[in-house]
T-cell receptor
Framework: DGGITQSPKYLFRKEGQNVTLSCEQN?????MYWYRQDPGQGLRLIYY???????QKGDIAEGYSVSREKKESFPLTVTSAQKNPTAFYLCASKLFAEAFFGQGTRLTVV | GENVEQHPSTLSVQEGDSAVIKCTYSDSASNYFPWYKQELGKGPQLIIDIRSNVGEKKDQRIAVTLNKTAKHFSLHITETQPEDSAVYFC????????????FGTGTRLQVTL
């Protein structure tokens, strides 16, 4: 089946630790995106990548980092510099116009 | 950059009634307008989209209308059912360049029995 897989579904992190969220797609899409969603809020763009080995900051990139070494993979690292990391993180990929989302990772800082 | 506003933030309707969600966008170059449905704890799913060369599009109980002059578009759900309860997001995009989707802030729709 084609689609976007995010893992893990739930993630707990201690304050001061970095953590990496996985996003893999087998749709052969060039563009991939990371969004953050807080309770009752919309989708805010963290980082996006239009092509392998290239990525751009979104609206709330501070405290996050990404890499795009392979077309199918776009991992997001939440660093200790992110002051309020507890949120629901969504990965998406896009070919031309239509975007497809993964099922999300809920990150909780304990 | 593009800015998308969405109203209302919450909407409660009785089963069988219609629901309408409205969005406005700021960038006149935007030419693609999708609508996503997000169920609790899941990722958004595309339910319908419209391109700027079309004024209206229907898919069973769901329809979307676009007014390019006024820069607004709306989602219409008829004969609502409890399973329509979810958060709905509108978005706008210009497909001519490598660009990103800009989302509205979402509408929480509750269909009551």
């Amino acid at each position: 089946d084609g689609g976007i897989t995010q893992s893990p579904k739930y993630l707990f992190r201690k304050e001061g630790q970095n953590v990496t969220l996985s996003c893999e797609q087998n749709l052969n899409h060039d563009a991939m995106y990371w969004y953050r969603q807080d309770p009752g809020q919309g989708l805010r763009l963290i980082y996006y990548s239009q092509i392998v080995n290239d990525f751009q900051k979104g609206d709330i990139a501070e405290g996050y980092s990404v890499s795009r070494e392979k077309k199918e993979s776009f991992p997001l690292t939440v660093t200790s510099a992110q002051k309020n990391p507890t949120a629901f993180y969504l990965c998406a990929s896009k070919l031309f116009a239509e975007a497809f989302f993964g099922q999300g990772t809920r990150l909780t800082v304990v | 950059g593009e800015n998308v506003e969405q109203h209302p933030s919450t909407l409660s309707v009785q089963e069988g009634d219609s629901a309408v969600i409205k969005c406005t966008y700021s960038d006149s170059a935007s030419n693609y307008f999708p609508w996503y449905k997000q169920e609790l704890g899941k990722g958004p799913q595309l339910i319908i989209d419209i391109r700027s060369n079309v004024g209206e599009k229907k898919d069973q109980r769901i329809a979307v209308t676009l007014n390019k002059t006024a820069k607004h578009f709306s989602l219409h759900i008829t004969e609502t059912q409890p399973e329509d309860s979810a958060v709905y997001f509108c978005a706008a995009l210009y497909t001519g360049t490598a660009s990103k989707l800009t989302f509205g802030t979402g509408t929480r729709l509750q269909v009551t029995l």
